[in-house]
């Protein structure tokens, strides 16, 4: 066994490229909007600030991702 994973059950290791791409491993990219998920308020997303960390101008509630309200 290495200290990167088990040798013995190749296929397992995340390796090159075997991370979780772009929106499943939570980044939506540039633009968008955040999103009081209370009030439905919609400020446009900023680079670098995640929407969780800010809050809502109306009502003072946490901001969401656009992209994650709308998820199914």
Known sequence: MSILGNNDAPGKGLGYGGGHGRNKGGAFG??????????GAKIPHQQGLKCTKLKCPECGHTMIREELLTKS
């Open 30 to 39: 540039l633009g968008g909007y955040c999103v009081c998920a209370k009030c």
